[in-house]
C-alpha cells in the first residue's frame, strides 16, 4: 500500500499529490495497519479477526462443560462378587475347618464260605464326614496275626473309604474265621475309631 502514488485534483483544479494534502482530519490517508493483536482460537482456526487496542484483555472463549460419564450400575458386579466371596470362604473352610473323621466301619465278604486252598476277598468299607484327610486302620484276624497299620487318603467331598483284605488257605479242614477291620485314627470321641468284623467258613474234606 505504502509504494502506490496517488494524484487526486485539488479545489481549484490542481493535481495534488498525497505528500501534498493537507493534514486535516477530512484527508488524512488511512494508515496501513493498525497495533493489535489478532485473537485465535483452536488449532489455526481464526474465530475472530476484529483488532483489539494495545492493553485490552482478549476475550476468552466459553466453553462448554462436559457432560459426566453416567456411572456404572454396581448391582451387575454383585453376583460375580458373591461367588468370589463364596470360593473363598469354602476354601478357607476346608483349611481351616476340622479334618477326616470315621463315622462307621462296615466288613463284607462275596460268600459265606471258601473251599479248599481259597482265599476269600474282604472288602471293608470306611464312612467319613466327607472331609479331606488321611485314615490308619489295621486288619485283624483270629488265627493270631494281624496287618501293619495301614494308611488311606480321602479327598474332599468323598465320604467313603473302600479297603480290602485277602485271607488264603491251604490244606484239608474246616476252620470258622473272623476278620476284624479298626480305624486307628482319627478317632472318636472316645479317643478309639469305629471297628467291624465279619465271618466265614473254610471247609476242605
Do not use: K
Not at 484239608?172 to 478317632?187: D, K, N, Q, T
Amino acid at each position: 500500500m505504502g509504494s502506490h502514488w496517488i494524484q487526486r485534483p485539488a479545489a481549484d483544479g490542481t493535481l495534488l499529490d498525497d505528500a501534498t494534502v493537507p493534514t486535516t482530519p477530512a484527508h488524512r490517508t488511512a494508515p496501513d495497519r493498525v497495533e493489535g493483536t489478532v485473537l485465535r482460537f483452536g488449532p489455526g482456526v481464526t474465530l475472530a479477526t476484529a483488532r483489539r487496542p494495545s492493553g485490552s484483555s482478549p476475550t476468552l472463549p466459553v466453553v462448554e462443560p462436559t457432560p459426566a460419564r453416567a456411572r456404572r450400575d454396581p448391582r451387575r458386579h454383585a453376583l460375580p462378587a458373591l461367588v468370589l466371596i463364596a470360593a473363598i470362604a469354602f476354601l478357607a473352610w476346608q483349611r481351616s475347618g476340622p479334618g477326616v473323621a470315621p463315622e462307621r466301619v462296615s466288613v463284607t465278604t462275596r460268600t459265606s464260605t471258601v473251599g479248599c486252598d481259597g482265599t476269600m476277598d474282604i472288602v471293608g468299607v470306611i464312612t467319613t464326614n466327607g472331609r479331606p484327610g488321611t485314615l490308619s486302620y489295621r486288619w485283624v484276624r483270629n488265627d493270631g496275626t494281624s496287618s501293619d497299620v495301614l494308611h488311606e487318603t480321602v479327598p474332599s467331598g468323598q465320604n467313603r473309604a473302600r479297603v480290602r483284605l485277602r485271607w488264603s488257605f491251604q490244606g484239608p479242614g474246616a476252620y470258622r474265621a473272623a476278620a476284624e477291620l479298626r480305624v486307628l485314627s482319627p478317632g472318636g470321641a472316645s479317643g478309639r475309631g469305629p471297628s467291624a468284623t465279619t465271618y466265614f467258613t473254610y471247609e476242605c474234606a
